[in-house]
């Protein structure tokens, strides 16, 4: 029986490496896929990992009707074994129910990759959709850290350095400067903010805490301590 199956987990926990990953075995067995994406931050019709792997794919557009691709893609005499969805926390409601018809009505298995919480701590439409739909939910094993080290179960944005809790859901970028500054970037002209991405766990979330601002709160703790006495302190 074909599945529905939907991997989700915080950013930099490795879902675009298992997807490409996912396609390579089922390629190597003689299957044939689609693969998706949207918003990736490599850019249009391309799935990246954070490790450098890299794969063309169709973009998802507010207007692509899974359905309709896939029965265009078989009445063209082409098999479809498979659909790989990356980036699925930002499909619509509508289109996680066209990829739920593919399983049912044409037995092609769909596996879907994405976060299930955005920045605010509220679940992504698309994500939502899928936990009700899915045949199967996979938490990915590869779990990841927040600065302090425990298990990063929150996603956190930050604009100019400082982390915020309101804002526009999708802002893409990549998880590259939070940490380095651990988080994603969104690197607009100079004259707009900086957006990065940051993993949490949840304490240091509710607390607004990110690896910079930790740098900098022990960066004063120290200077504090070696500072000279002055007569009569």
């Given at each position: 029986m074909a599945e529905l199956v939907f991997f989700s987990g915080t950013m930099d926990c490795g879902k675009s490496t298992l997807a490409l990953q996912l396609d390579h075995t089922h390629r190597a067995r003689g299957r044939e896929g689609l693969l998706?994406?949207?918003?990736?931050?490599?850019?249009?019709?391309?799935?990246s990992s954070r490790l450098g792997l890299r794969r063309d794919a169709l973009e998802v557009r507010d207007g692509t009707d899974f359905w309709e691709v896939?029965?265009?893609?078989?009445?063209?005499?082409?098999?479809?074994?498979?659909?790989?969805?990356?980036?699925?926390?930002?499909?619509?409601?509508?289109?996680?129910?066209?990829?739920a018809r593919i399983v049912d009505d044409l037995g092609v298995d769909v596996y879907a990759f994405g976060i299930m919480a955005d920045f605010r701590t509220r679940l992504f439409p698309g994500s939502a959709r899928l936990v009700e739909l899915a045949d199967r939910l996979?938490?990915?094993?590869?779990?990841?850290?927040?600065?302090?080290?425990a298990r990063a179960t929150h996603n956190a944005r930050t604009v100019d350095g400082e982390m915020v809790v309101e804002g526009e859901q999708v802002v893409v970028g990549d998880v590259q400067?939070?940490?380095?500054?651990?988080?994603?970037?969104?690197?607009?002209?100079?004259?707009?903010?900086v957006v990065a991405y940051e993993v949490l766990c949840r304490r240091h979330h509710v607390r607004r805490e990110t690896a910079a601002?930790?740098?900098?709160?022990?960066?004063?703790?120290?200077?504090?301590?070696?500072?000279?006495?002055?007569?009569?302190?």
């Open positions: 998706f994406t949207r918003c990736d931050r490599a850019g249009d019709s391309v799935i896939a029965v265009a893609h078989r009445t063209g005499g082409q098999h479809l074994d498979y659909v790989v969805c990356d980036e699925a926390q930002f499909y619509s409601p509508r289109q996680v129910e066209q990829l996979e938490v990915l094993q590869v779990e990841a850290l927040c600065w302090c080290g400067a939070a940490e380095d500054e651990d988080g994603a970037t969104d690197t607009a002209p100079a004259t707009t903010a601002r930790a740098r900098t709160r022990v960066g004063r703790q120290l200077r504090l301590e070696d500072a000279p006495l002055t007569a009569g302190a």
